[in-house]
């Protein structure tokens, strides 16, 4: 696989020498579109109107045969987000693994509402909380899970595979506080089995992830608490043997 910066702000992903999606991190709303993929992808902080970002610098940018990794930082209007996003061959088709961190760096609390992640060409019904959700277009099966250390685990679903945990309430992130997330996306072709495919996704978010530097520069090592929305602490990543890239380019915890 290849993972290589392109113009306009952008990293393409290549398996094979064809594109599978272009994140453009340099965008006012960074997201994947393009490729191979079925469907674009928004990947937005679970507020109501996040406003538009500004990009502050790549942490990580890094291939091997059968895996890609890039993550970077960026400033909100009310937020600071670090978020990581590592590709991989899952069978006979693609996993993608998001990670982010978001603090609040207003001093008052924020409400977040969701949904971080958008599939907007995928239809599929609301759900009630469940791990997985899963849709199938012409040519893919897609499924979305859910990391057992997110917040309000499992959540709702709403239309577009989108994870929506809070419900219409919101739920308050106080300030200066950090919030971790982690989602699994599989696509494959449109006859794979949907448990199946949510198997391979569960095990990507509790497993051990592709190899790579356990620190990034300048930032703490491995084995930090995140703190909750509301104060005290939460273990960062549901594996909890494995440094994931949650606790190794995270931002530093106030």
Known sequence: MRAALTADRSITV???GDPL????????????????????????????????????????????????ILAHRLRWPAVDEWRSLTTARAGDGWLLLFENT?????????????????????TAPPAARTEWQAARTAAAAVVVVDDAANLAHPPRWSAGLSPAPFGSGGLPLGPQRTVAFRYAVLVAPADRDAA????????????????????????????????????????AAAHRGTPTARSRCAPRWP
């Open 196 to 235: 199946y495919l949510a198997g391979l996704g569960r095990a990507a978010l509790t497993g051990p992830l592709p190899a790579r530097s356990p620190v990034c520069p300048g930032e703490h090592p491995p084995g930090r608490r995140a703190h909750s929305p509301g104060g005290g602490t939460r273990v």
């Open 102 to 122: 978001i603090t609040n760096v207003t001093d008052h609390p924020l409400p977040l509402t969701g949904p971080s992640l958008t599939l907007p060409a995928i």
């Open 21 to 68: 999606f272009v994140y453009s991190y340099g965008a006012p709303r960074p997201g994947l579109a393009g490729g191979s993929f079925p469907t674009p992808i928004t990947w937005l902080p679970p507020l109501a109107d996040p406003g538009t970002a500004t990009h502050r610098t790549l942490t990580e940018l890094s291939s091997a045969p059968d895996a890609a």
């Open 14 to 16: 290549s398996a094979d």
